[in-house]
């Protein structure tokens, strides 16, 4: 498949909006998760962290 | 890894959310670089190798990702509704752990296919959306997906959220055969099976090979980012674990 120039590539045969609307907005969904992703992985990490401190001194009071 | 005390390996052995934390951790970049290395060498097909459509011209391109993402929405409901099926039956936490982390990318994957859907049928059929029973029952998947995650974010007892949850995903896969064969029972605008098993392939060999190819580059996506999340379940519910917590003291 030749498309010739940038321009007929991006018309998509007069489709462009429709096609590159699909591909665009599944890339940003895409790119949503995995960045959503590594927040809630550092987030969970974080989180737990400061739970375990908490503990931590609670029993050192207690004792 | 792997191996029972008895030095023979075991699949049980994997059954525990520990011993699953660090297997996942080590699958999931594997996955993830099949994914991109796909979807790269799928891409090149779609808009390089694969012609245009003698019908619909290059609106047909919407397919690569279309069907791929359609056809993943419904097998990962199959996959989450396997695995609440067996945490309901075998009361196995890492079951349940697996079907909560597959509920995000399914519903994704029901949204993308919805999306790319109504953007082929503007140009195609000349409408966005119509009620018809193929892009109903899709629509009402996206709900199940949603629906099972609002259920268990809305219990705070675990194995009731499990439980319920579990029967909901249950009940709710009835949905996936009307979906599939949607296009034969009922007239409808929307085309019939991309694929089939039983007839020679309709498409051009370079635009089904695109389009498998895609589908492959999602599947192992979808591997990836369920093995990503579920991680990050294992880690908020067994925080309790003495596994769990010397695990964060190490990372952090």
């Keep these: 498949m030749n498309w010739g120039s940038w321009q007929n590539f991006l018309a998509m045969g007069g489709y462009g909006l429709y096609v590159w609307g699909s591909y ?9 998760e995995i960045v959503a992703l590594i927040a809630r992985r550092r987030g969970v990490i974080e989180r737990l962290a400061k739970y375990y401190a908490a503990r931590r001194r609670n029993h050192e009071t207690e004792a | 890894m792997g191996m029972s005390k008895t030095g023979r390996f075991s699949w049980y052995y994997f059954s525990s959310p520990q011993s699953f934390y660090p297997l996942a951790g080590v699958l999931q970049p594997w996955f993830a670089g099949l ?16 012609p245009t459509d003698a019908t619909q011209g290059d609106a047909y391109r919407i397919i690569f990702i279309h069907v791929p993402a359609a056809w993943m929405s419904m097998f990962l409901y199959l996959v989450m509704g396997f695995w609440s099926g067996v ?4 009361n196995t936490r890492l079951s349940s752990m697996v079907a909560t ?21 503007k140009p195609t059929w000349g409408t966005w959306w119509v009620w018809d029973a193929r892009l109903t029952s899709e629509l009402i998947l996206l709900f199940l997906y949603i629906g099972f995650m609002a259920l268990q974010a809305a219990i705070d007892d675990q194995r009731r959220a499990d439980k319920a949850g579990a029967v ?3 009940v709710g896969v009835i949905n996936i055969p009307i979906i599939y064969f949607s296009v034969k029972w009922w007239s409808t605008l929307h085309q019939g099976a991309s694929v089939s098993m039983t007839s020679a392939p309709t498409m ?8 498998l190819i895609m589908a492959l580059g999602f599947w192992m996506y979808s ?6 999340r579920v991680r990050c ?6 925080r309790h674990t003495d596994w769990v917590a010397a695990e964060i003291g190490g990372q952090s």
Excluded at chain 2, 38 to 47: D, H, M, Q, T
Excluded at chain 2, 87 to 90: D, E, K, M, P
Excluded at chain 2, 111 to 119: D, E, P, R, S
Excluded at chain 2, 223 to 228: D, G, P, R, S, Y
């Design chain 2, 87 to 90: 945490g309901l039956v075998l």
């Design chain 1, 24 to 32: 665009a907005v599944t890339l940003v969904v895409l790119i949503a």
């Design chain 2, 204 to 211: 051009a060999k370079t635009m089904l090979l695109g389009m």
């Design chain 2, 101 to 121: 982390a597959l509920a995000p990318t399914g519903a994704l994957f029901t949204f993308i296919a919805l999306w790319t859907g109504a953007l082929w049928g």
């Design chain 2, 35 to 50: 994914a991109v290395a796909l979807c790269a060498v799928g891409l090149y097909i779609s808009f390089f190798v694969a």
């Design chain 2, 223 to 228: 591997i990836a980012a369920t093995l990503a």
């Design chain 2, 233 to 238: 379940v294992i880690l908020e519910r067994e």
């Design chain 2, 168 to 170: 909901l995903a249950l």
